[in-house]
């Protein structure tokens, strides 16, 4: 299995950007879910959202509740919109892999990561 994550960029206080996933190796019919994770310089890396493969409702972080959304689009991508972005988002973001049905906000419960993009949030 090989994710990348892709659309990071920089976006002034308030903005969007839509992160991209992009899933090589897991068969169509393959349960699994994959992560948002982001680390910002000197800080742990903390939890997104998580989705799963079968459309059950996505799980969030408390930092970005209700700002930021994760969605499947087809089998082989993985999509974060982040809308009101504000300067503490500012991070490199990773997208994360793990077999099964379940989700988790934990690093620890996701054996495949792809390279991270960089967003970063200033005016």
């Known amino acids: 299995v090989q994710l990348q994550a892709s659309g990071g960029g920089l976006v002034q206080p308030g903005g969007s950007l839509r992160l991209v996933c992009t899933i090589s190796?897991?068969?169509?019919?393959?349960?699994?879910?994959i992560g948002w994770f982001r680390q910002a310089p000197g800080k742990e890396r903390e939890g997104v959202s998580c989705i799963t493969s079968r459309d059950t409702p996505a799980t969030y972080g408390d930092s970005v509740k209700g700002r930021f959304t994760t969605a499947r689009d087809g089998t082989k991508t993985v999509l974060l919109q982040m809308n009101s972005l504000e300067p503490e988002d500012t991070a490199s973001y990773y997208c994360?892999?793990?077999?099964?049905?379940?989700?988790?906000?934990?690093?620890?419960?996701?054996?495949?990561w792809g390279q991270g993009t960089q967003v970063t949030v200033s005016s």
């Open positions: 190796g897991f068969s169509a019919k393959s349960d699994y879910a």
């Open positions: 994360a892999a793990r077999a099964g049905r379940l989700c988790y906000l934990s690093r620890e419960a996701f054996g495949v």
